[in-house]
Structure formats: structure tokens, C-alpha cells
């Protein structure tokens, strides 16, 4: 794509908009244009760019929508936790710009996905399925976003209607572990994805924000940036 990407940063205090601003000016491909967090006027700020990433928090997801739609420029959101009123919110903003929604911007996860909806296809229902998942003790939200994709994935492709069980442990300093454990008649299989660094899901983010730019309006996933 020969149209630059220049990215309004909403929560670039936090631990993620730091780490994509480090990552950022390492690549030519990317400007960030504007930094906003916590009690910024984000309208202003992203006038200058095509594409808004945020990173802040789920409830500040109405005021980005409306920024978005309002200027006309796409939407990559990493924040998790999301109401349903909200997600409406998202679902409606999508009709107007591109908007990439995913509860986790790593490669590794989004191949994780695609092997558990594989995974519990081919063992079928004689497997009991469930997902550990353990995150640093400032993590906010339990279970994580990743790991309610991770259970909706499973419920959906086991067709079973049963909701999966999840473990949720918040401590020390883990970027990100999660486990989907398939236990069946006298054997187990077990799915794992650790993360030792937020640079993969910044990352991801980055790629995301470069793919969705020049986008018709729809609500994409990381999924459909990667083709998986």
C-alpha cells in the first residue's frame, strides 16, 4: 500500500501504548500523529490521521467510535471487556469506517484460535474442554478476552451448546498464558500459548492498523488480517 499510516494512539500512557510507540519508530511505514490518553480531547488529535488505534479503556470505546465515524478514519481496538451496549456501539461504527476488533493482536494466538475450533472439531464430544488462562496481578479483567474467544471458539465448533470452564490466575509480572486442555477416555491433549513479551501484541497491532487502512467499512477480525 503506498498510502502512509498515520496513527492516533489513544492510551499511549499505558503499558501497551508505550510499547507501540517504541516499536513504531523503528518503522517507516508508521507515524504516530497524535498521543492521547486519559482525559484528552481526542477529536482534534485525530484529524490528521487514517487510522485510530486504542489501547485505553472499554469505556472509552463510545467516544472513540464517535471520533472515528465522525472523521472518517479506520479503528483498530485492542480493549477488552467490552458491555453490550458497547459492542452494539462497535458493531454500528463498523457500517461507517473499517474497524478491526480483537481481544488479543498476537500471530500466535490467532493460530491458537484456529487449532482449538480444529482441535475440538476433530475429538468431538467425547472430550471435556477447558482453558486455564494466568495474566500480572494488574490485569483488570478476569477471565481475559482472549480466553472468552478462546471458550466462545470451542462452544461454537463443539456444537454442543455447553459452556467451557475457565481458570483465571492473576500474578506477578505474566504478560499472558493460556491453556486449552481436552480431556477424553484414557488420553489428553493440551494447547498452549505463552507470551514473554507485549511487543507481539503491539506488533500485531501495528499490522493490523496498516492492513484495515483503504478497508470498506465492516467489522474485521485479527483473524481476517492474518487470512488464518
Aim: charged share 25%; with cysteine; aromatic share 4%.
Amino acid at each position: 500500500m503506498s498510502e502512509s499510516i498515520r496513527v492516533a494512539l489513544i492510551g499511549a500512557k499505558g503499558r501497551m501504548g508505550q510499547t507501540i510507540l517504541a516499536l513504531a519508530k523503528s518503522d517507516p511505514k508508521i507515524e504516530i500523529v497524535a498521543e492521547c490518553d486519559l482525559g484528552d480531547s481526542i477529536d482534534g488529535a485525530v484529524s490528521s490521521s487514517n487510522v485510530i488505534i486504542d489501547f485505553s479503556q472499554a469505556d472509552s470505546i463510545d467516544d472513540v467510535c464517535r471520533t472515528a465515524e465522525k472523521r472518517r478514519v479506520a479503528l483498530v481496538i485492542g480493549t477488552t471487556g467490552h458491555s453490550t451496549a458497547q459492542k452494539k456501539t462497535i458493531a454500528a461504527t463498523a457500517k461507517v469506517v473499517p474497524v478491526v476488533l480483537a481481544s488479543n493482536f498476537s500471530v500466535g494466538v490467532n493460530v491458537l484460535f484456529a487449532l482449538a475450533r480444529q482441535t475440538v472439531e476433530l475429538l468431538g464430544n467425547d472430550f471435556d474442554v477447558r482453558i486455564v488462562e494466568t495474566h500480572h496481578k494488574m490485569k483488570k479483567d478476569a477471565p481475559s478476552g482472549t480466553a472468552k474467544t478462546l471458550a466462545e471458539i470451542l462452544k461454537t465448533a463443539g456444537k454442543s451448546g455447553a459452556e467451557i470452564p475457565i481458570e483465571s490466575t492473576r500474578e506477578g509480572e505474566v504478560v499472558g498464558d493460556h491453556t486449552v486442555f481436552f480431556n477424553g477416555p484414557g488420553e489428553g491433549l493440551e494447547l498452549t500459548h505463552r507470551a514473554s513479551s507485549r511487543e507481539i501484541f503491539a506488533r500485531g497491532a501495528l499490522r493490523a492498523a496498516e492492513w484495515v487502512v483503504g478497508k470498506s467499512p465492516d467489522l474485521y477480525s485479527m483473524q481476517d488480517v492474518l487470512g488464518l
